[in-house]
């Protein structure tokens, strides 16, 4: 017998989501169309569906009071509530933790729970994509080709696992500890920012996840031409993964500047919607010796961001096995901080978090790799 193979679908995802665990509303309220609801009553099942999912975490169809145990037994049969698998679990003699997941075979990304310190805030830092195509030479992401972009229920299934996790349910739990969401994982969230913006509609929504827009920063090495974009769709906080202050040096360690040059870069963060001093760029820095840390360097950057709301997050550089750099030196980071200080922002030094178990900035790397159509469909057939 023959195998027709469909190449009009992308071969390695299933049409239909097998589980509905982080599905955004609209594609719940699809889910409930393809198996016969009414049109009438897709979209109030589908809100039905996401408060369960969502708010309260359910795993278990059975729970579902409000909904029909005819329903129930259609949306089991076709469907899990089931969270991608977890490859590997670490936590950190800080208390940090961070997940590899495992979101189909061969394709794995990981997400980083970090937890608050003197404030109240914690922050679970999730991927975008599994791999990652910009080269940046401190990142040791970049040194991992892109696998593919993650979907938009796999973005927010992130959410779910750490929730899980933390015992996290309902989601707006008082005193909980992941109030913060930020797009610094794996990979670039505006070269996906389709799914980024679609994940983002379904973790700040009231009756899910309900984590508030402004609570939600998306980090970006500089896609200039979609920046303010990714504002006026999600409402997002922006953060520019910035590291220089000239042109030569940023061709240089961020590649994706001899695209988008430094002007252009602040042409579009000064197009970024609404920004003002309660809603501020954050500029990331990251701290490499002898490279990007003279005091001169400093005092350009208070020039670069003259007139922009904007804090400084210094990063020192985390090393990763043969990364080319050296993290500079206390006093010279001091030093930096004290001009940007003096200028009148803001500049913490980012602590280095989960370092012992390789879960701090730039150091997330997984061993997925991207294969080929032909491999991919050899498997395939040999899966039947
Ligand atoms: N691609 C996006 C999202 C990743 S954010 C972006 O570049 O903004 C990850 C952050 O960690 C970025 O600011 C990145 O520059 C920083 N980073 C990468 N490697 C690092 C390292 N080895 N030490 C410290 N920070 C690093």
């Not at 129930?72 to 940090?96: F, N, Y």
């Not at 495992?102 to 794995?108: A, D, K, L």
């Not at 599994?130 to 040194?143: A, Y």
């Not at 200039?224 to 990714?230: G, N």
Request: glycine share 8%.
């Amino acid at each position: 017998m023959k195998t027709a193979l469909d190449l009009t679908r992308k071969p390695d995802l299933p049409a239909v989501p097998s589980s509905l665990a982080g599905l955004s509303l609209p594609a719940l309220k699809t889910q409930m169309e393809t198996l016969g609801v009414e049109p009438k009553k897709a979209g109030m099942r589908a809100k039905q569906l996401r408060r369960w999912l969502h708010h309260f975490g359910a795993t278990d169809f059975n729970a579902m009071t409000d909904l029909s145990k005819d329903l129930r037994a259609q949306l089991s049969d076709a469907h899990t509530l089931s969270r991608p698998e977890i490859a590997e679990h670490k936590v950190s003699v800080d208390g940090t933790q961070k997940w590899l997941v495992r979101f189909q075979p061969g394709v794995e990304g990981e997400s980083v729970f970090i937890p608050a310190v003197s404030n109240k805030t914690g922050a679970l830092c999730v991927s975008s994509q599994v791999g990652c195509t910009l080269n940046c030479t401190f990142c040791h992401t970049g040194t991992q080709k892109l696998v593919r972009n993650l979907t938009a229920q796999e973005i927010a299934a992130q959410v779910l696992i750490a929730r899980d996790a933390l015992g996290e349910w309902p989601a707006s739990v008082e005193g909980r500890q992941l109030t913060n969401i930020v797009f610094m994982g794996m990979g670039e969230p505006l070269y996906n920012l389709d799914n980024v913006a679609e994940a983002i509609d379904t973790l700040s929504d009231g009756e899910g996840l309900a984590i508030g827009r402004r609570r939600i920063t998306v980090s970006t090495a500089g896609v200039a031409p979609k920046i303010p974009e990714l504002g006026a769709r999600t409402g997002a906080m922006l953060a520019i993964s910035l590291h220089a202050v000239r042109d030569d040096l940023r061709d240089e360690i961020v590649p994706i500047n001899r695209k988008y040059d430094l002007q252009t870069l602040f042409e579009a963060i000064r197009a970024y919607p609404e920004l003002n001093n309660s809603k501020r760029v954050t500029f990331e820095y990251v701290m490499l010796k002898g490279v990007n840390d003279s005091l001169a360097e400093a005092r350009d950057l208070v020039k670069l961001l003259r007139g922009i709301p904007a804090k400084i997050n210094l990063i020192p550089f985390n090393p990763w096995p043969g990364s080319p750099y050296e993290c500079s030196d206390w006093e010279v980071i001091e030093a930096f901080a004290e001009v940007v200080n003096r200028a009148g922002y803001s500049s913490p030094i980012r602590t280095p978090r989960g370092r012992d178990i390789f879960a701090a900035c730039g150091q997330l790397r997984s061993e997925s790799v991207k294969k080929s159509a032909a491999e991919k469909r050899r498997e395939q057939l040999a899966a039947g």
